[in-house]
């Protein structure tokens, strides 16, 4: 297949932007001030028709400089629009970086190009996916965006790889070492024990396995995979912004495990766990948590709260494991960063 460059040096092709405009077809953030009809800045969007099956031609597609350019301003401009709710910024940003994505693969880029756009896609991903946690299926749904963020991160890691193999890939500078180590290091807590994420780990370069970002994460898997969860819940706040986030979604799911492991445990009627000690484990912020996690799990409290007794036949093992929340120790941190900095790589702690 011949290899086809994009020529379009602006954020949307022309011949999109004219028919999108006519038929009034833009999105809430591609108007001038919100008012309707009256276009501000278009980006081009993804679509899956017929036309896909033809080569697009070279003014249909964007230039490297163009997409670079489109990624910036999606995660700047539009994630720090707050005139509507982050989910309506979500699905726009998605939309517009999926067709981004999709001219990174017509355009044949080599793997040093494809590292440098999808890298800040991964980060919008990874913290978009603790950003709308809480919200309902029909406003967000992870399942979608666990599955665009593994596809993402994978072909990212596939691209380290491929320069790996090269001649060329000792000439590294610190920010591409340092961008690598942390996106390593989110694939590491993004797949908290997977046998194969953690496989990778152990193959990986000296230079990514001595970062001290990705040593902490490795030795979270590292614990969850002994079975230790408690020096688990000990590193997760430990972790930078958005690594922290990620981990955060894993977090109901250790919560359950602890706690059926603490059924076992002090599976005795003279026995019973004090709810401080179990907050501070559990990583909750105050004791209502730990309470919605007994009532849901049917695990009793003392009658003046100040204690868990724990019954293992009492454990409700069908109960479903409840949906992540936004946690104040990950809150804390993403209030002290700027989002976009961090989003596209610029700094990482």
């Keep these: 297949m011949a290899q086809v460059r994009g020529s379009c040096e602006s954020f949307c092709p022309d011949g999109e932007a004219k028919m999108r405009i006519r038929e009034k077809l833009l999105h809430y953030f591609e ?8 276009p501000g800045v278009l980006v081009k969007e993804f679509t899956r028709s017929a036309a896909d099956v033809k080569m697009p031609l070279p003014k249909e597609m964007r230039t490297e400089a163009s997409l670079t350019k489109t990624v910036e301003y999606l995660l700047k401009d539009i994630i720090l629009d707050t005139r509507k709710p982050y989910n309506v910024a979500y699905d726009f940003i998605f939309d517009r970086l999926r067709a981004v994505r999709r001219e990174i693969v017509i355009q044949m880029y080599d793997a040093r190009q494809k590292i440098c756009l999808l890298e800040p896609i991964v980060m919008f991903l990874a913290y978009s996916r603790y950003r709308l946690c809480e919200e309902p299926i029909e ?10 963020l593994q596809e993402c991160l994978t072909g990212v890691l596939c691209c380290y790889e491929e320069l790996e193999d090269l001649e060329c890939s000792k000439e590294r500078s610190i920010r591409e070492i340092e961008r690598r180590c942390f996106i390593e290091s989110l694939y590491q807590v993004f797949n908290l024990g997977s046998p194969e994420s953690f496989t990778r780990a152990l193959t990986l370069p000296d230079y990514v396995r001595q970062d001290a970002t990705f040593k902490l994460c490795f030795g979270i898997c590292l614990a969850f995979q002994q079975g230790n969860l408690f020096r688990v819940l000990m590193g997760l ?10 981990a955060a979604t894993k977090l109901q799911a250790i919560r359950r495990s602890l706690l059926l492991i603490f059924t076992h445990a002090y599976n005795n009627k003279q026995l019973t766990v ?5 907050l501070r484990l559990l990583l909750f912020d105050g004791p209502s948590g730990l309470q919605d996690q007994c009532r849901h799990y049917n695990i009793s409290l003392t009658a003046d709260r100040k204690a868990v007794h724990f019954n293992k036949t009492d454990f409700n093992h069908n109960a479903e494991i409840l949906k992540p929340q936004q946690e104040r120790y990950v809150e804390s941190k993403l209030k002290r960063i700027y989002i976009p900095e961090v989003l596209l790589l610029k700094k990482f702690n």
Excluded: E, S
Aim: a positive charge; hydrophobic letters at 30%.
């Design 31 to 38: 108007l001038k001030n919100g008012q309707k009809n009256t």
């Design 139 to 148: 406003k967000f749904d992870p399942k979608i965006c666990n599955q665009h």
């Design 237 to 246: 706040p430990q972790l930078p912004h958005i690594l922290c986030a990620v």
């Design 274 to 278: 004090p709810v401080p000690y179990l």
